[in-house]
T-cell receptor
Framework: ETGVTQSPTHLIKTRGQQVTLRCSSQSGHNTVSWYQQALGQGPQFIFQYYREEENGRGNFPPRFSGLQFPNYSSELNVNALELDDSALYLC???????????FGPGTRLLVL | SQQGEEDPQALSIQEGENATMNCSYKTSINNLQWYRQNSGRGLVHLILIRSNEREKHSGRLRVTLDTSKKSSSLLITASRAADTASYFCATDLSGNTPLVFGKGTRLSVIA
């Protein structure tokens, strides 16, 4: 157990809808990163938040957005869902200066 | 795009045997990390090796790093059925930067 929690565990949406995924960081961690993992692939970096500001972004369109709250919990929002957005979404928390990231169990999103 | 590439894609061994997985990457790195993932769930950090290190041990795990060849290997000794999982290498380019993962090696340990 890493202490990182995510909700919900599973989600089914239809194309065009919007979704919000949530992550609660491990206690004391001030950085959260989100990754998308398609079936059979490795995780791909979406973005990272540090002190409530976006601190780096991968090759994902603007319809992927996020928030980090003062308690270091975080949200990933995806607008205008596409079929290819179906994936496991992982959040990982860390503390700036530490190299290890601690992953949550993920949210599996299915877009129909 | 994924920087690391694991080899083999899949590996099946008997319990008690050793399992070796390899990872190649493309650019200079600060460190390389190995993670395990059970059945499409969250990733568990196994071990981190820095660019100035050549070998590291943690329990039944042994990791090597060859920066001249841009490659790393993960050895699991005396494997157990519970080691069945997917194993990913991830590179950190400059320290505390986003991890870049490979596609992983699926390990099956047969009892």
């Amino acid at each position: 157990e890493t202490g990182v929690t995510q909700s919900p565990t599973h989600l089914i949406k239809t194309r065009g809808q919007q979704v919000t995924l949530r992550c609660s960081s491990q206690s004391g961690h001030n950085t959260v990163s989100w990754y998308q993992q398609a079936l059979g692939q490795g995780p791909q970096f979406i973005f990272q938040y540090y002190r409530e500001e976006e601190n780096g972004r991968g090759n994902f369109p603007p319809r992927f957005s996020g928030l980090q709250f003062p308690n270091y919990s975080s949200e990933l929002n995806v607008n205008a869902l596409e079929l290819d957005d179906s994936a496991l979404y992982l959040c990982a928390s860390s503390f700036v200066g530490l190299e290890t990231q601690y992953f949550g169990p993920g949210t599996r999103l299915l877009v129909l | 795009s994924q920087q690391g590439e694991e080899d083999p894609q899949a590996l099946s061994i008997q319990e008690g045997e050793n399992a070796t997985m390899n990872c190649s990457y493309k650019t200079s790195i600060n460190n390389l990390q190995w993670y395990r993932q059970n059945s499409g769930r969250g990733l568990v950090h196994l071990i981190l090796i820095r660019s100035n290190e050549r070998e590291k041990h943690s329990g039944r795990l042994r990791v090597t790093l060859d920066t001249s060849k841009k490659s790393s290997s993960l050895l699991i000794t005396a494997s157990r059925a519970a080691d069945t999982a997917s194993y990913f290498c991830a590179t950190d380019l400059s320290g505390n930067t986003p991890l870049v993962f490979g596609k992983g090696t699926r390990l099956s340990v047969i009892a």
